[in-house]
């Protein structure tokens, strides 16, 4: 794929790269992609979000991406989006991650581990920080329902409605049609999956 000069999808003769849509992307930041999978220069970001304030490059909900042809991208990240839907749209949005992706793409997505949370939860921990992130402490409490400083702000699209343990995320992934899919748990509070659309 060529880099987009006019248009989220127009393409010239100029520099060959590969595009990376990135899905519920905030406001902008280049750090926001894990430089293992997306290395500096070896990638060109596509940014999509609901909330027209962070400037995405496509205004859109992760279960509605029309303006985004079929096979127009070589890879889909979305980092932390999936537990903001209803659990019945879960898989509408990862049928539409899987069409927008070119036959060989792939799909990297991640969110809390709900197993992990529960383990705190037991503990009687729902209110204590269990790490520490870019927007401050989070709790438990947080990652069920989503951060609570955000939902005082009036940010609802914070708000969490569905969740997933690693069995959940795997399964999700298959029946989208991804092939060789991975999930592992990184052991500080998420899941991390991934698969491939195949040629």
């Given at each position: 794929?060529?880099?987009a000069?006019?248009?989220?999808?127009?393409?010239?003769?100029?520099?060959?790269?590969?595009?990376?849509?990135?899905v519920?992307c905030?406001?902008?930041?280049?750090a926001k992609?894990?430089?293992?999978?997306?290395?500096?220069?070896?990638?060109?970001?596509?940014?999509l979000?609901?909330?027209?304030?962070?400037?995405?490059?496509?205004?859109a909900?992760?279960?509605?991406?029309?303006?985004?042809?079929?096979g127009a991208?070589?890879?889909?990240?979305?980092?932390?989006?999936?537990?903001?839907?209803?659990?019945?749209?879960?898989?509408?949005?990862?049928?539409?991650?899987?069409?927008v992706?070119?036959?060989?793409?792939?799909?990297?997505v991640t969110?809390?581990d709900?197993?992990?949370?529960?383990?705190?939860?037991?503990e009687?921990?729902?209110?204590?920080?269990?790490?520490?992130?870019?927007m401050?402490?989070?709790?438990?409490?947080?990652?069920?329902?989503?951060?609570?400083?955000?939902?005082a702000?009036?940010?609802?699209?914070?708000?969490?409605?569905?969740g997933?343990?690693?069995?959940?995320?795997?399964?999700?992934?298959?029946?989208a049609?991804?092939?060789?899919v991975?999930?592992?748990?990184?052991?500080?509070?998420?899941?991390?999956?991934?698969?491939?659309?195949?040629?």
């Amino acid at each position: 794929m060529t880099i987009a000069t006019h248009g989220p999808f127009e393409t010239t003769d100029a520099v060959q790269t590969r595009t990376v849509l990135h899905v519920g992307c905030g406001a902008p930041d280049p750090a926001k992609l894990p430089a293992a999978f997306f290395p500096a220069g070896a990638w060109a970001e596509m940014r999509l979000d609901i909330d027209p304030d962070v400037q995405p490059d496509i205004i859109a909900s992760i279960t509605e991406m029309p303006m985004v042809p079929n096979g127009a991208v070589d890879a889909v990240w979305s980092s932390h989006n999936l537990e903001h839907l209803a659990s019945h749209e879960v898989p509408i949005a990862l049928a539409e991650f899987f069409r927008v992706l070119a036959p060989g793409g792939f799909v990297l997505v991640t969110m809390p581990d709900l197993q992990q949370v529960a383990a705190l939860i037991a503990e009687g921990r729902l209110e204590e920080a269990a790490y520490l992130s870019a927007m401050g402490p989070i709790a438990p409490l947080d990652m069920l329902y989503g951060y609570r400083p955000a939902l005082a702000a009036g940010n609802a699209f914070m708000g969490h409605r569905t969740g997933f343990v690693a069995a959940t995320l795997q399964a999700h992934l298959e029946r989208a049609g991804f092939q060789g899919v991975r999930v592992q748990r990184d052991g500080h509070f998420a899941l991390w999956g991934s698969g491939v659309k195949a040629v």
